[in-house]
């Protein structure tokens, strides 16, 4: 294989490179505009928390819930945003793993 040869590859997985970074930020915008909402087992407190995982809000139907009540809903919502992230990694890498985009 010619030097020129390896150069035209290395320049392909570059421009595919470009191709991931940009569907990956894309990604990320979509996922920061969604919501997902978790709520207790015993239904007292609610949790949303956006697709990047941050909390939005956190609303209870009693005065004084219990800490374990609001854990479980953040958790949840939270374990959700997850599989969302997962899904669209997934679907922007054809499948490929891709650890620490978030």
Not at 64 to 89: D, F, L, R, Y
Not at 91 to 97: I, W
């Given at each position: 294989?010619?030097?020129?040869?390896?150069?035209?590859?290395?320049?392909?997985m570059?421009?595919?490179?470009?191709?991931?970074?940009?569907?990956?930020?894309?990604?990320?915008?979509?996922?920061?505009?969604?919501?997902?909402?978790?709520?207790?087992?015993?239904?007292?407190?609610?949790?949303?928390?956006s697709?990047?995982?941050?909390?939005?809000?956190?609303?209870?139907?009693?005065?004084?819930?219990?800490?374990?009540?609001?854990?479980?809903?953040?958790?949840?919502?939270?374990?959700?945003?997850?599989?969302?992230?997962?899904?669209?990694?997934?679907?922007?890498?054809?499948?490929?793993?891709?650890?620490?985009?978030?």
């Amino acid at each position: 294989m010619s030097m020129f040869g390896s150069f035209g590859e290395l320049a392909g997985m570059m421009k595919n490179f470009q191709e991931l970074k940009k569907k990956i930020e894309v990604m990320k915008q979509e996922l920061s505009q969604m919501e997902f909402t978790g709520t207790s087992q015993d239904g007292t407190v609610t949790a949303v928390v956006s697709g990047d995982c941050f909390v939005r809000a956190i609303t209870s139907t009693t005065s004084s819930p219990s800490p374990q009540a609001t854990a479980e809903a953040v958790n949840q919502g939270i374990a959700q945003a997850k599989n969302a992230i997962s899904q669209k990694i997934s679907e922007a890498t054809g499948g490929l793993p891709m650890p620490g985009l978030f």
